[in-house]
């Protein structure tokens, strides 16, 4: 069984401010990570993902995500929020082969000026 | 193109109607899925076609029925469904079955009389 889990359902951060957005995984399998965002009244996009490649991995929009196996952990990070990164992020968990990806329950984002 | 489209934005209806959502994508996936999203809730997967075949159904009520006509199109046909079930309802497809990077289009938000 695989599963993720998000620590903070809020997050706030100050404009300029570092941004980081914790996760962490379960998974039998090595496995696929990615994170999502998804603006109000809009589908998922997303940010980036994890395939067993580099363990730093770059995103769009400034993001990256660090994959530590020792701490099965995946955390969203930006050095410096931007108002339009006012959003909600998932964190998500699938396995090579397997096509269900599991999400986490995710965290909002407020930016503030 | 590298886009999931989804008609329409809205849709109510009351408890006794037939409608039907879609889902197009012109990026040669073989896998699409359809995603039940509540309020400040992640989505739910709902069903997978892998290949044009249903390959996971995640035991949803028989009032929601899908259908692959083609690589390209999803269809979720909706009848006599239950005020909870109004949500956003998410199409979303990947390359192939396995745990790859999903792309979502923007979703429909329904919502049941």
């Known amino acids: 069984a695989q599963s993720v889990t998000q620590l903070g359902s809020h997050v706030s951060v100050s404009e300029g401010a570092l941004v980081l957005l914790r996760c962490n995984y379960s998974?039998?399998?090595?496995?696929?990570l990615f994170w999502y965002v998804q603006y109000p009244n809009q589908g998922l996009q997303l940010l980036l993902k994890?395939?067993?490649?580099?363990?730093l991995v770059k995103g769009i929009n400034g993001f990256e995500a660090e994959f530590k196996k020792s701490e099965t952990s995946f955390h969203l990070t930006k050095p410096s929020a931007h108002m339009s990164d006012a959003a909600e992020y998932f964190c998500?968990?699938?396995?090579?082969?397997?096509?269900?990806?599991?999400f986490g329950t995710g965290t909002k984002l407020q930016v503030i000026p | 193109d590298t886009e999931v489209t989804q008609t329409p934005k809205h849709l109510v209806m009351g408890m006794t109607n037939k409608k039907s959502l879609k889902c197009e994508q012109h990026?040669?996936?073989?896998?699409m899925y359809w995603y039940k999203q509540k309020a400040k809730k992640p989505p739910e997967l709902m069903f997978v076609?892998?290949?044009?075949?249903?390959?996971i159904n995640e035991s949803v009520p028989s009032r929601f029925s899908p259908e692959c006509p083609n690589s390209s199109l999803l269809n979720l046909h909706l009848h006599a469904l239950q005020p909870e079930d109004s949500a956003l309802y998410l199409c979303?497809?990947?390359?192939?079955?396995?745990?790859?990077?999903?792309?979502f289009g923007p979703g429909t938000r329904l919502t049941v009389l």
């Open positions: 979303a497809s990947s390359q192939d079955g396995t745990a790859g990077e999903q792309f």
């Open positions: 998974s039998s399998v090595p496995p696929y």
């Open positions: 994890y395939t067993s490649a580099a363990t």
């Open positions: 998500a968990v699938g396995s090579g082969g397997y096509q269900k990806v599991t």
């Open positions: 990026m040669g996936h073989r896998a």
């Open positions: 076609y892998s290949y044009e075949k249903l390959s």
